[in-house]
């Protein structure tokens, strides 16, 4: 029996804090990528024990004869008298996803096998074979997509900013290193370069691996993939004026403090847009009250002066159910994001996507703009503020949250 | 210490499958409604332990002095060693929801306190206080609603269809003794009759002791509670031509082959609309394929001969985030669902509702018909079939079901 189990990378937060220029690596798809990342790969078919360690990984599964190794579980059974105010429950064979914005709550889903878990420098990796969702792949014990619903999430953060401007040329996607943007992205035929800022090849590789319909992304000829991190691929690249589009997916950008919505970084990435470029970045799940997305609105408003608007859709396999985008345009031709001027055509190629879209549709794009009243409520209030704001009446923001209006 | 175990009722599925004509109790809400139904009415302040039984529930707490009371976990922890293909996980202190339709995955809620469980002779009842979203009610061991998000369920599957028809007059509920649909109904000043037919009276009175805010749907003078079977009521009513919308809000009719999609059901509805009247009957999350959305709107297609349509809204505390309604006008005037015509005006009188509509908008409304690609395929697929039908080519259904496209 070999045991695998998970070194938690403190840099993984840090990495993306780290501000210093760096040297950039670009590497096109053609070139071979070093294995020598995998410090601990394991056999797919070996017995496989994940501990239950700082990063919230519960789960624990034998294939090979049926025995349990359930080392964390096999000591907490002990303390059951000592659980019942238990923040973090963990059961023997299933993965439990925490909420730690909006505790009190948990989505588990039964692992059917464990393929893959490792660490690079930066962060834990598992990827499981789950019985509900198909293959999931774990960061650092945080679900981060599973191929049952990871469409909607790609598509709609790819076609939301796409399809809202004429003919997208060139566009930067920071983070994203699964490659299920870069595939989005290659269904539109008017773009010629696509660059991707990941910082983790390792994570690449694990996704090229295990999850070939999502990595198909990095086929595309038009990719460069640039291993770094992209904060400083944007102050190194003094990229001024030169995308039509950048999509941020980064990890948990969860709270309104995170350094992706800084003033700092909001301002590289309106830099590097032509006028009338777009941004589309994660901003969290409405029912959730952690990100100020009424202050978000009202800076994203005075930093890209353009159209900002916020849109959401359904993951069943993220908390809540729902996630969000925020996006935004700078000055120059308007951008009215609720109606795709710049619609997919079902029948034309699929650039490297195997298949034709599964979720996004020209109706559901402008549908995700429809805000449930108590979102709507915080959308209008900081409008109203943003509107004194450009008048130089002040810099109020509004401080309410999405769960204002549903706590008791 | 007491103890309280909740007695199963079998009856639960029976009820609703006993055709036979009966005679039907009408109470206005003025009536003085029986406390004997609560033949285990707990102490609100006592140490309760929910045993787990066939019902799914898993909570178990004690508040008094914080010692455990884990009937079967302390059971379970020596078994843990043949629980790998364990299909309901339990821990304590925790209410776990799974999903019969989609197994291999469970929501978890803390439970902070539990405040009543009883039995019917119909069903088992439990309310407990969540620290995620407030109170959450739970029927036969199936979390039914919380307070956190029953404005997304309640508003939609009201307003969807009251908002699409002009001056509603007479409205039939059938289930949803909660009360929240009627508190809806209530924003209505055209409806002059609300009708509803709730089978268990155990069940309003624990709503109207644990959730007012919700159960005060039941002052509205205009509603009228008939304490009896919604067929039954059906087919004793005669109500032919009577009602402008029926809204049917039943346990769990996850199935096309469930009771309340059976053609002689859907046929007692549509002959008791008038003209043009309209059904909103709850149908599954789309993520999910154990209904077959296709066939039921050809089959309904067929019933209503007016317009048939898909919606749905978020509702996180449901599997999946997401549930789904389908919507159907008779033959007559006709109604597009799509485009609210008698929109709810903010300003209006609330009804017997205390706040404002915190989810449901004309926005919204719209919004939750449009459809991703995947399940607008089946909707296009069904009307397409439904059309060949209508011109005497077949009868033929389409058996795509929402998950078929997600399936590897």
Chains 1, 2 share one sequence.
Not at 204 to 219: E, L, M, N, Q, S
Not at 247 to 275: C, G, M, N, Y
Request: hydrophobic share 40%.
């Amino acid at each position: 029996m070999q045991a695998y189990q998970i070194q938690m990378a403190d840099t993984k937060r840090t990495h993306v804090q780290t501000k210093l220029k760096m040297e950039t690596t670009t590497i096109h798809v053609s070139t071979s990528i070093s294995m020598d990342l995998y410090p601990k790969f394991p056999k797919e078919d070996g017995v496989l024990v994940v501990c239950n360690g700082e990063n919230g990984v519960s789960a624990a599964h034998q294939f090979s004869d049926h025995h349990h190794h359930l080392l964390s579980d096999s000591t907490d059974s002990a303390d059951h008298d000592h659980d019942h105010d238990l923040k973090h429950p963990r059961i023997p064979g299933w993965f439990a996803e925490h909420c730690p914005i909006w505790p009190g709550q948990a989505h588990f889903l039964k692992v059917e096998k464990i393929l893959f878990q490792g660490s690079s420098k930066y962060q834990s990796m598992m990827v499981f074979q789950s019985s509900a969702y198909g293959k999931v792949f774990v960061l650092d014990g945080a679900l981060q997509l599973t191929e049952k619903d990871e469409c909607s999430y790609q598509e709609m953060m790819t076609h939301l900013p796409l399809c809202s401007i004429p003919n997208p040329n060139k566009v930067l996607l920071i983070g994203g290193g699964d490659g299920g943007i870069l595939r989005e992205i290659s269904r539109h035929s008017s773009v010629e370069q696509i660059d991707i800022c990941e910082i983790d090849s390792m994570l690449v590789d694990v996704y090229k691996r295990f999850f070939p319909d999502i990595a198909v992304g990095y086929d595309d000829p038009r990719v460069s993939l640039h291993v770094t991190d992209g904060i400083a691929f944007l102050e190194c690249s003094n990229a001024v004026g030169n995308y039509d589009a950048i999509i941020v997916d980064a990890f948990d950008p969860i709270r309104h403090d995170h350094e992706l919505f800084e003033t700092s970084f909001l301002e590289l990435v309106a830099k590097a847009l032509i006028p009338g470029g777009v941004l589309c970045i994660q901003a969290e799940s409405i029912w959730f009250g952690s990100l100020d997305i009424g202050m978000l609105v009202t800076k994203c408003r005075q930093i890209f002066r353009g159209s900002v608007e916020y849109a959401w859709t359904i993951v069943p396999a993220y908390p809540s159910g729902v996630i969000g985008f925020l996006l935004c345009s700078t000055e120059g031709p308007p951008v009215n994001f609720k109606i795709p001027i710049n619609a997919i055509d079902p029948n034309e190629s699929y650039g490297v996507a195997k298949t034709p879209l599964k979720f996004y549709n020209s109706e559901v794009h402008s549908a995700s703009f429809c805000l449930p009243s108590f979102a709507k409520k915080i959308m209008i209030d900081s409008q109203l503020i943003n509107g004194r704001t450009m008048n130089g009446v002040g810099t109020t923001t509004t401080t309410m949250s999405f769960s204002s209006l549903h706590d008791k």
